[in-house]
Every structure is written in C-alpha cells, then in structure tokens.
C-alpha cells in the first residue's frame, strides 16, 4: 500500500440504531457478569419503532430486571422524549431467551483435548465456544496505533456525542454519522480531504446553524493537531434536513456494524460480532487477542503494519491456525516473528480471559465509539505490555 490513495471509514453515535441494539446487548452481558462471570450469554437485539426485542441464549445464575435494564440503557443513551420517535419508557420491551445448547456447552466445559488426549493443563479445560477466523490489526498512523480515518471518525462521533448530552448543542438529537475520507501519499497518511457529519437534530433548527454549530463544537476540536485539514472538504447532513432518525427511522440490530466496531475497512474481518457475547466466545475473545498481538508488535517497533489471523475450532482449546502479515513493514523475518507469537501470547480462551481479564462487567463501553484504539482502563487488549519481551527477543 506504498502508494497514493483515499480512503474512508465511517462511525456511527451511540444513539444509532444499530448501536443501540448492541449496548442493550452489552448491558445484558454485564449484567450476567456483575453477578456470576462464567455465565454464558449469546444475546442479539432488535430495535425498530416502539419496540424492542431480546432474544438469545443465556446460561446463568445471575438474576435481575431485564426489561428495567433494556430502558434504562435506552434512556442514557437519550431516547427519552416521544418527539424522537422512541422513548425509553413508552416503547415495548418483548424477551425471547433460552439456555446455551448443550452441544456446544460440552465443547466449552471441557475441550478436546481434555476429552480425547488427556491433557492435564488447566487452560487445556476450556474449549473455544464455535469455530471462525479472527483478525486483529495495528499501524503506527495514530497514538493509538490505528489506521488514522476510523481512528478520526471514532473521536467525531463521539464528541458528537459529547456536545448533544453537556447541552453545548441542545438542537441535536441522538442518532448521527461520520466519515472520514484521508488523502495518502507513499502510504502514509498526508492531508484530510473530506469529512462528512450527518446530525438528527431539531426541527427548529436551519441548516447554516446547524453546519457552523458542528465545524465549531465538533469539527475544530477534534481534528486541529492530528492531521492537515486546511484544505477538507465538509459536509453536513447532505440530504439537508435529518429530524427523523433512531429506531424509528431505522430498524437496529445486533451486529450490524462489525467494520464500524473494528478497522474501518482498513483490514480484514472474519465477520463475527462481538456485541451480546460473553468472553468464552472466540469471536470476542480472539479478536481482541488478536488485536492485542498486532498492536504490541507495531508498539515494539518490530513493523510499522501488523494484521494477524487466529482461527479456532469449536470444542479445541488450541488454535488451528496462526498467521501474521506485516506488509514488507517488519524489521526481522516475518517467519521468526510468528513464530514467536506462539511463545509470547497463549491463544487458548481460557488463557485470553485470564491474562486480558474478560470476565468483568465492562463490555456496554465497548459497543460504541469502537472495541479498538482506546486508552480506557478496562480494554485491557489495548495495553503494550507485551512489547518489551518481544524487542528484547529480536532488537
């Protein structure tokens, strides 16, 4: 990628739809955990006008208020007037759940290797709870080692956010898009040419206040150090008007933002969620593990891109596959750099949850604004922690 290109990446406000389902989803999840960590849960989440549905598989001893819980996450994330088309407290709240299939519980409970080959390593006891690929990925573009057009959009969205909930702009509403498109040159990230924001707001409100209010509450603040934008074009709310969003204007749904929540595009995918699952499910767990890998590497100096595959197998503790790409970046032999992977990072999901501490309550954070790129205590997938070792090993 050594070449001159644009490219873009989106992000979306808690108040999304889309974004809304997975933190009911979360909120559920964290709520399992806040009472008993080893409960299972696969909760997925339909949102649309009036109505929400949770529906899924839970497996726990954990008890509480669930429809209390689906409106008060609803209600923090500012759907509480019936001007916008939902609220928290009229809307229904409809739940379909059941317990975790046994077949898969067994595989889980205790893994192949325990089963068939009699191994005696504790971490050996737990399986990997379905099969799937994973991808992490890490670059030297930010602070934060992300590709820089999520990583922007990520921080737009959010201070989107920010201004709608102190009451800075009492005109927005919480549903809201953004899109940053970056200009590279020789690969490296060089100008921002365009930024695009797409606001539920007011109806009161005209469109010139509403363009000035947001370059100066969100834009200004959020892009002035990182980046050149003395030439970018902005857009606001293209179509020209967007009063009518959230659930009422869009049905949301678990899941539905696998790109938003991960690279921008930026990298590959192996296409499971994360939202509404709890730790024992590698889609989650390996994916942050995975991101954790690439992000030390790039953190240690050993490349400047990293992108790693794991894959699993439902019922096996170890990994089937392994795999690591740095783009012609790596400063040391990309074989030797992967194999160290297997000895510096144990990849079976018992020892995932150990080491990166995925039994907590701390999973509604992470489904909005991004499960990567954040200094916030409890991504623990997110910490550096590895990259001495890994110098040490080869600089």
Known sequence: MDRNFLFTSESVTEGH????ADQVSDAVLDAVLEQDETGRVACETLITTGMVIVAGEISTTAQFDLQKLVRQTIREIGYTKAEYGFDADACGVMVC???????IAIGV????????????????????????????????????????????????????????????????????KTQVTIEYENGRPKRLHTLLISAQHDPDVTTDELKDALFESVVRPVVADHIDSSEMKVLVNPTGRF??????ADTGLTGRKVIVDTYGGYARHGGGAFSGKDPS????????????IAKNIVAAGLARRCEVQIAYAIGKSRPV??????????????????WAISDVFD????????RLQLRRPIYRKTAAYGHFGRSDS??????????????????
Not at 243 to 248: L, Q, T, V
Not at 380 to 393: N, P, V, Y
């Open 347 to 354: 990849l079976r999901p018992l020892a995932i949850i150990e």
């Open 321 to 338: 596959s392994v795999m690591l790409e740095t783009f012609g970046t790596s400063k040391i032999d990309e074989e030797k750099l992967q």
């Open 17 to 20: 739809p889309d974004k809304v």
């Open 243 to 248: 009063e009518i969003g959230g659930p009422h």
């Open 378 to 395: 409890e991504f623990t997938w997110e910490a550096s922690d590895a990259a001495q070792e890994l110098k040490d090993r080869f600089l």
């Open 97 to 103: 759940l059941d317990e975790q299939s046994p077949d």
């Open 109 to 176: 409970d205790k893994a192949l290797e325990v089963r068939s080959e009699g191994s005696s390593d504790a971490r050996d006891e737990q399986g990997a709870g379905d099969q799937g690929m994973m991808f992490g990925f890490a670059c030297d573009e930010t602070p934060d080692l992300m590709p820089m057009p999520i990583w922007l959009a990520h921080r737009l969205a959010k201070q989107l956010a920010k201004v709608r909930k102190s009451g800075q702009l009492k005109f927005l509403r919480p549903d809201g």
């Open 281 to 292: 499910k590698v889609d989650r767990s390996g994916a942050y593990a995975a991101r954790w």
